[in-house]
């Protein structure tokens, strides 16, 4: 089995070093990952500045792009053969409910799911003292399941660990996507100039309580396992469009 791995939080984060060494076992590894932190990039492609793809060991390079510069170039232009799975993590931080459509380490998902490559997305719902290994032991257990099932060819999987603090995890939900409430999530200031500058982002994003949803699976310390779909086609909406005779 062939497996690439790539995420947004970079080639020396610790996260993806974890699922490098749970997976080296159960296949042939190949790691293509951003040079720096890439996170929020969604799936921004870099179309205004070359791309270099620096080898740093056998099958293991990093791209000074995005997740998804970075999932493009392993696949059409650094290996040989077409992998069997794409794994994108462990992000440090969830990615949950509104939050996937900015999250790098979903696109690069997405983006493998594109090129025909059934794909997941894993992130830790931690950013401090993160304990990746039973989020990197539960993604070596579902990766067989995939593999043996498959997935409907625009469906990858965003998978979201709750924070177990090094112990296993032993339940999971299939979930759907929930909902982001976000306050105060712009922090304005001012520089020694007197001028006015602004940072986005903070810890002003929580979740609407919603049954099912993949939140609400992480806040009871149930592993989420979300089907996401690449067609972002609104059906409904479409039929109702269609009345419109327009």
């Not at 205004?48 to 792009?65: C, E, F, H, I, Q």
């Not at 970075?70 to 992000?91: E, F």
């Not at 299939?174 to 810890?203: A, M, V």
């Amino acid at each position: 089995m062939i497996i690439l791995i790539s995420n947004d939080d970079g080639i020396n984060s610790e996260g993806i070093k974890c699922l490098e060494d749970s997976l080296k076992d159960i296949g042939e590894l190949w790691t293509v990952a951003p040079d720096r932190p890439q996170s929020a990039m969604s799936r921004a492609l870099t179309l205004t500045m070359p791309l270099k793809a620096s080898r740093l060991s056998d099958k293991r390079y990093m791209v000074n792009g995005t997740p998804s510069d970075c999932v493009n170039i392993a696949v059409n232009k650094l290996m040989n053969v077409k992998p069997d799975i794409m794994i994108s993590g462990i992000n440090c931080g969830a990615n949950l409910c509104d939050d996937i459509s900015y999250s790098g380490t979903v696109a690069a998902a997405f983006e493998a799911t594109i090129l025909g490559i059934p794909a997941m997305a894993v992130s830790l719902a931690s950013r401090k003292n993160c304990d990746f290994k039973p989020a990197a032991e539960f993604t070596k257990h579902i990766i067989p399941k995939v593999i043996r099932n498959g997935l409907p060819e625009t469906t990858f999987l965003n998978i979201n660990i709750p924070d177990t603090k090094g112990e296993s995890i032993t339940r999971a939900k299939i979930t759907h996507q929930g909902k982001s409430l976000y306050e105060n999530i712009i922090t304005e200031r001012t520089d020694p100039r007197g001028e006015k500058y602004f940072w986005i982002g903070g810890d002003g994003t929580s979740y609407a309580d919603i049954a099912g949803s993949d939140a609400d699976a992480v806040k009871n310390n149930y592993a989420s396992i979300t089907p996401i779909n690449t067609d972002l086609t609104d059906y409904s909406a479409l039929e109702v469009l269609k009345e419109w005779q327009i």
